[in-house]
Each structure stands twice: as C-alpha cells, then as structure tokens.
C-alpha cells in the first residue's frame, strides 16, 4: 500500500518570501501521480498542482511549483513570493495510475505567513 | 462553471437520528468520491462510484453508512443511526475520469456535529 509522509505539521514564512513543503511518499509501483491541495481556514479543498511520475519536467501552475526527485521518492511544494492568503493547511496526496483515483493523503502541513 | 455542490454545510443532530448527506458533482464528471476528515485519522477514501455505480466501498466505517447515486448528478451518504465518533467533515469529490491522471475537485464539505 502507498504511504504518503508529510513531517512539518507547522511551518512559517514572511511575505514575500519563498517556502517549501516538504513531502515523501512510498510505492512499489513505477506509475503513480502526486497532487498537493490546499485547505484554507473555510474548510474547503483546492488543487494546486499534479505531478506525474513518467513527467520529465517538474510541474508548475503560477507562483506553485513541485520539486520532484523520484529517486528519493519525494515531491516537494514550493510556493513563491508567499502572500497572506496562502495560510492554509496543505496536503500532499498520491494516487496509483489506472487505479481509479484512489487517493491517499498526509496528515498536513500548516503554513503560516507573516508580515 | 458551478464546482461540486454539497449540502448541508453544516448538520448538527443528536445520537441514533439518521443523517442524510447530498453531493452534487460538476457535470460530465464521471467518477464521484466520498471522504472523511477527523484530526484523528486525517482524509479517508469512504466510497467512489463510476458512471453512477459503487466501484469500491472498503473505507465505509460499518453498516450504519450507506451511500448512493440515483442519477449522474446526485449522490447520498446516509448515516443510520449516527455516533458521537461519526463527527465530522464530510467532503464529495468529482473527477472527469478515473486512472490516476485526473484531478479530483473537492466540494465544500459539510460538517457534521453529532451529540
């Protein structure tokens, strides 16, 4: 079974500035996809940015970008010129390809950013 | 476009009452998803259908849960009796496809309160 391992539950970070969120995840299996998703203080869940595991390039969508190094089987969110409304909970999740999207997520990280 | 719509957004009832969840997924998606999120157990896969048909249901907690998909656009997840331990936020998910490639958009989540 994949495991998805996220070990900063609390981090914080000044306006402006970049962050990265760290995330580790273990399979056997050579075909799965990485999403991260961010959970404001309102509760709902928004997808930031997929990375699958055949890409060549790391992916990036606007100020996110996900640092993967698939040796280490890691997958980190690296947010850029940070903004006060980027204070959430973020998740990384992983799903097996051709598996039916059944995602498994980490337990969080809770970013805070100050002025 | 209107995302995932689910209601209520927030239920509080008391012990032994049956509890009625409703999802409605963004149309032309084909695949539907039911979570769990407590601080105990974090984001748990419950049930996800496919073309309106249960596909896996091995994260619904025990027989008091039940969920449907009368039509492409309507999804019900029943609790009958509730617990105190079934508090929690409830979120529907819908997908274009299955496979793994296709991200999966979150609904607002209701928050159950059971006392």
């Known amino acids: 079974a994949q495991k998805i391992t996220q070990t900063q539950p609390g981090m914080f970070v000044q306006e402006k500035e970049a962050v990265t969120l760290d995330c580790t995840y273990d399979t056997s299996d050579p075909s799965y996809g990485l999403f991260w998703y961010k959970q404001p203080s309102s509760g709902e869940m928004i997808f930031l940015i997929y990375?699958?595991?055949?890409?060549?390039q790391n992916a990036t969508e606007g100020r996110y970008s996900l640092n993967f190094q698939k040796a280490r089987k890691s997958a980190n969110l690296v947010i850029s010129a940070s903004q006060l409304g980027d204070s959430a909970m973020y998740f990384c999740?992983?799903?097996?390809?051709?598996?039916?999207?059944?995602?498994?997520f980490g337990t969080g990280t809770r970013l805070q950013v100050t002025l | 476009d209107a995302g995932v719509i689910q209601s209520p957004r927030h239920e509080v009832t008391e012990m032994g009452q049956e509890v009625t969840l409703r999802c409605k997924p963004i149309?032309?998606?084909?695949?539907l998803f039911w979570y769990r999120q407590t601080m105990m157990r974090g984001l748990e896969l419950l049930i996800y259908f496919n073309n309106n048909v249960p596909i896996d249901d091995s994260g619904m907690p025990e027989d008091r849960f039940s969920a449907k998909m009368p039509n492409a656009s309507f999804s019900t997840l029943k609790i009958q009796p509730s617990e105190p331990r079934d508090s929690a936020v409830y979120f529907c998910?819908?997908?274009?496809?299955?496979?793994?490639?296709?991200?999966?958009?979150f609904g607002p989540g209701t928050r159950l309160t059971v006392l």
């Open positions: 149309s032309g998606h084909d695949y």
């Open positions: 990375q699958g595991s055949y890409d060549q």
């Open positions: 998910a819908s997908s274009l496809g299955g496979g793994g490639t296709d991200t999966q958009y």
């Open positions: 999740a992983m799903v097996l390809l051709g598996t039916a999207s059944k995602l498994t």
